[in-house]
């Protein structure tokens, strides 16, 4: 009984952390777009000049 439940709780161990890897590249891919987008779209300082959108 108990090598079962080993093998039951290390397979949903397993399948949680899968989803959240899944989840995490899902967050990685929106956060490189946003980024990637912030380069296309950034605004223009008071002086004319070409601005950073970030604050680093």
Known sequence: MVPILLVLL???LLF????????LW?????VLAVWLLG???RGTTTAGHRGRWYRW
């Open 10 to 12: 290390l397979a949903l």
């Open 26 to 30: 899902w967050i990685a891919l929106i």
């Open 39 to 41: 380069f296309l779209v």
């Open 16 to 23: 949680g952390a899968g989803f959240a890897v899944k989840v």
